[in-house]
């Protein structure tokens, strides 16, 4: 499966990225894109055996995605495979996303959470995005935040121009998928929520949620 690369965006995870990068590389080469971290996230993630590209200063997971998918399009990787470096996303489901590929190459395929396995605030906070974003879009959409994902080569190329820095990007990567009338998939996935700390300021996520919200739903009908 060397044609298949994970991708993880990381920002101070020194507490789950060796774990992370050790199991992915049971099915895939990995890459890093280390976002700024203060603490010791570089070190571990390359003695775990990962590539690693670092983005200095801190810069978004948007930013972080756009630079793994330059890297692995310059590298001439077929697909590339996100998970978050936190924990949130199991390594072994990466074979379910290589192989729903290797069964009908899409373009996008987003692993897809069960809602009701979430703490009550972030199952309030998905259903309610889900609702406006499939509103935006004019079509259901499963879960449009989960950020475990496969991307072919013409998707990612096409989202290198994309100005998004933050988790926005995630959304945005599904509307150009939708817009472009490519093939968008789902893989039923693991629902892990531990603790992990999380990264999202939640006032400014949701002011720029409704913003992104915005810009969907005008691209959509143009």
């Not at 080469?29 to 690693?52: M, R, Y």
């Not at 072994?92 to 069960?114: H, M, S, T």
């Not at 079509?139 to 820095?165: C, F, K, V, W």
Request: glycine residues 8%; proline residues 5%; contains cysteine.
């Amino acid at each position: 499966m060397t044609n298949f690369l994970a991708v993880i965006p990381a920002y101070n995870e020194s507490e789950h990225i060796t774990q992370v990068v050790e199991s992915a590389r049971r099915f895939v080469p990995v890459l890093v894109v280390d976002d700024g971290s203060a603490d010791d996230t570089v070190a571990l993630a390359e003695a775990a055996g990962a590539e690693v590209v670092r983005q200095v200063p801190n810069q978004g997971k948007g930013a972080a995605l756009r630079a793994g998918f330059r890297w692995a399009l310059d590298l001439g990787y077929e697909a590339v495979i996100t998970l978050d470096g936190d924990g949130q996303h199991d390594p072994v489901e990466i074979q379910k996303f290589v192989d729903a590929y290797l069964a009908r190459p899409a373009d996008l395929i987003i692993g897809k959470r069960n809602f009701h396995e979430m703490p009550l605030v972030r199952r309030l906070a998905n259903t309610t995005g889900g609702w406006l974003f499939a509103w935006a879009v004019g079509q259901p959409i499963p879960d449009n935040q989960s950020g475990y994902r496969l991307l072919g080569r013409r998707l990612m190329t096409a989202l290198l121009s994309s100005s998004e820095r933050g988790f926005e990007f995630e959304v945005e990567m599904i509307a150009s998928c939708l817009k472009k009338g490519y093939d968008l998939q789902w893989v039923p996935i693991r629902t892990i929520y531990a603790g992990e700390k999380s990264h999202i300021h939640p006032l400014a996520h949701l002011t720029n949620y409704f913003r992104i919200i915005s810009v969907v739903r005008q691209k959509m009908r143009e």
